[in-house]
């Protein structure tokens, strides 16, 4: 069974900084890319970034770039999602996916965390 465990959330003013993490189990991160989603209340579930252990590829969706740094500790079994800089357009819930091969969008996502809350106060 595939288990995605996110922490890290929490309360934090605009300009700091944040790190999640996802510890991952019944998976083999040779095999599934692992992507951070959030989703703010009223909107939809959106990419964050994905890793791929196996070819070291990394994507970060517009908004985050050169802000967030997605990362593995291959020995832990978790990635991490470094935030730093974060404004109140990035509160939501963030949740960590596992896709087969790469990460393609919310609709490929083959398992899911059940997301950790990060509020960014102004």
């Known amino acids: ?3 995605l465990v996110e922490s890290g959330g929490g309360l934090v ?7 999640l993490s996802c510890a991952a189990s019944g998976i083999t991160l040779d095999d599934y890319a692992i992507g951070w989603f959030r989703q703010a209340p ?3 579930r959106e990419g964050v970034s994905c ?4 070819s ?8 985050v770039k050169g802000r967030f740094t997605i990362s593995i500790d291959n020995a832990k079994n978790t990635i991490y999602l470094q935030m730093n800089i974060l404004n109140p357009e ?7 996916a596992a896709e087969f091969g790469w990460c393609s969008g919310p609709d490929g996502v083959d ?8 509020t960014v106060s102004s």
């Open 42 to 44: 009223g909107k939809e």
């Open 13 to 19: 003013q605009a300009g700091g900084s944040l790190r």
């Open 1 to 3: 069974e595939v288990l």
């Open 111 to 118: 398992s899911w965390g059940k997301g950790t809350l990060v």
């Open 51 to 54: 890793i791929s252990d196996s």
């Open 90 to 96: 990035d509160a939501a819930v963030y949740y960590c």
């Open 56 to 63: 070291g590829s990394t994507d970060y969706a517009d908004s």
